[in-house]
């Protein structure tokens, strides 16, 4: 579903040039969980703008569903970040004076693909995330955890192939944090294919790999076992 080669990002400030990411290749496959682990400044962040499409590699390719973005313009980067990706952000960014549900719509306005069915679609993605019961109330009346809920109802709009999550518990308590988590399994076990940074150990533990991003390099892998494994088996190397 996505894989990654040799992926370079330079920022430069006047004279100052700063390496983001050096060389960094890894795949995930069609229904996999994988979380990309590091601490803050390894490079995670800027890593998933470049898969999200929101960013450049200076060097390197990315292939999203076979098909390679890394030199692709911008009209065919919006119309596959459109059609086959979901973003879920630490904050909510939702509209403070638009309930839920018009919350959840907002995609399909910004893509021009508001239909008359985009009420429907809302409704089923946010019954995917279990808020049927709030779809009226504005994010002032939810919790934070309601509030991710919308988030993540939001990404789903345009029945995306893959969703990209940064630091989606960062904002939670450890309740929520972990309800969240369990709807992206869900999403998951549903057939959709998961990309989450954290710097959380826990949080890292919930998926099915780990990558462990540091000073913008891929250093290790680590495979998540099963609840029934009951052990965990770490494979270290470069990816």
Do not use: C, W
């Not at 004279?15 to 995670?44: A, D, H, P």
């Not at 973003?87 to 909510?92: L, N, R, S």
């Not at 893959?162 to 939670?172: C, K, Q, S, Y």
């Amino acid at each position: 579903m996505i894989e990654v080669d040799g992926l370079t990002r330079l920022y430069r400030r006047g004279t100052l040039e700063t390496q983001v990411l050096k060389g960094v290749s890894f795949r995930v496959r069609r229904g996999e969980f994988v979380v990309i682990m590091g601490r803050s400044g390894s490079g995670k962040s800027t890593l998933l703008n470049i898969l999200g499409l929101l960013d450049r590699p200076d060097g390197g390719r990315y292939l999203l569903d076979g098909a390679d973005l890394s030199g692709a313009d911008d009209d065919a980067r919006s119309a596959a970040r459109n059609r086959k990706l979901g973003f879920v952000f630490q904050q909510f960014h939702l509209l403070e004076r638009a309930s839920a549900l018009r919350n959840v719509t907002l995609p399909l306005l910004y893509a021009e693909q508001d239909s008359g069915d985009s009420t429907e679609r809302a409704e089923r993605a946010l019954q995917a995330v279990g808020l049927t019961h709030r779809p009226r109330h504005l994010p002032s009346e939810l919790s934070g955890g309601e509030q991710q809920r919308v988030a993540i109802a939001r990404a789903l709009i345009n029945d995306p192939a893959v969703i990209l999550a940064d630091e989606p518990t960062g904002n939670l308590d450890a309740q929520n944090g972990r309800e969240i988590l369990e709807i992206f399994r869900h999403l998951v076990d549903g057939g959709r294919t998961l990309v989450l940074v954290t710097h959380d150990r826990a949080v890292a533990e919930r998926g099915d790999r780990v990558l462990v991003l540091d000073d913008g390099r891929i250093v290790g892998e680590e495979a998540v076992p099963t609840p029934a494994a009951g052990t965990r088996s770490d494979a270290a190397g470069a990816v």
